[in-house]
């Protein structure tokens, strides 16, 4: 190591003023796009992305908000009885679905068969099922239906395909114990 430092001593003191001057500026600019690139760049990215997490991060809070205010609101509520579940789960069938689908019962488990629902309906009919008659499914089996699965011509006639999609199949819901 120390020949090395003297091996470029030497070539230092060999060069001309006008030399060194160059060789030293082209030292500090190399030292400047390193401390560039390493230390001042990440930091001005990281500056400049902050807002945007931050925005997210507040958008993931506000929804972590909501959903604790309804566990708390269905926590709150008091417990249904089967027969009150079934009727509640009857009841927003017919007026979700009408003949579009039928529910069998059998003990605890009561069983949901779909033709042709739209994706929409289905959605918002699972949310107030949850809440009204407080029963989650514990399995589902849909697959779109032959009648919403047609070639889509372009990106934009597929988009508009997957918006009116509907749904058959059957979902098997868990009932309160009796």
Same mark, same amino acid.
């Given at each position: 190591?120390?020949?090395?430092? =003297?091996?470029?001593?030497?070539? #230092? %003191?060999? $060069?001309?003023?006008?030399?060194?001057?160059?060789?030293?500026?082209?030292?500090? $600019?190399?030292?400047? +796009?390193?401390? #560039? #690139?390493? *230390?001042?760049? !990440?930091?001005?990215?990281?500056?400049? &992305?902050?807002?945007? @997490?931050?925005?997210?991060?507040? *958008? @993931?809070?506000?929804s972590m908000r909501l959903l604790a205010a309804e566990a708390r609101d269905l926590r709150a509520k008091r417990a249904l009885t089967y027969d009150e579940a079934l009727r509640n $789960?009857?009841? &927003?069938?017919?007026?979700?679905?009408? +003949? *579009? %689908?039928?529910?069998?019962?059998?003990?605890?488990?009561?069983?949901?068969?779909?033709? &042709?629902?739209?994706? =929409? /309906?289905?959605? @918002?009919?699972?949310?107030?099922?949850?809440?009204?008659?407080?029963?989650? !499914?514990?399995?589902?089996?849909?697959?779109?239906?032959?009648?919403?699965?047609? !070639?889509?011509?372009?990106?934009?006639?597929?988009?508009?395909? &997957?918006?009116?999609?509907?749904?058959?199949?059957?979902?098997?819901?868990?009932? !309160? /114990?009796?």
């Amino acid at each position: 190591m120390n020949a090395l430092l =003297d091996t470029l001593k030497a070539r #230092w %003191a060999s $060069l001309g003023a006008r030399e060194q001057r160059l060789v030293g500026g082209a030292t500090l $600019l190399v030292v400047c +796009a390193l401390l #560039w #690139w390493v *230390a001042i760049a !990440p930091a001005v990215t990281t500056l400049r &992305s902050a807002p945007a @997490q931050h925005a997210q991060i507040d *958008a @993931q809070v506000q929804s972590m908000r909501l959903l604790a205010a309804e566990a708390r609101d269905l926590r709150a509520k008091r417990a249904l009885t089967y027969d009150e579940a079934l009727r509640n $789960l009857e009841a &927003s069938v017919k007026q979700s679905f009408g +003949a *579009a %689908a039928t529910l069998s019962v059998s003990d605890s488990r009561a069983s949901l068969t779909l033709k &042709s629902v739209s994706a =929409d /309906a289905l959605a @918002q009919w699972l949310s107030q099922a949850r809440i009204n008659a407080r029963v989650v !499914p514990s399995e589902a089996r849909l697959q779109r239906s032959a009648s919403s699965i047609a !070639p889509a011509a372009s990106a934009a006639s597929a988009a508009a395909q &997957s918006a009116g999609a509907t749904w058959d199949g059957m979902l098997v819901l868990s009932l !309160p /114990a009796r």
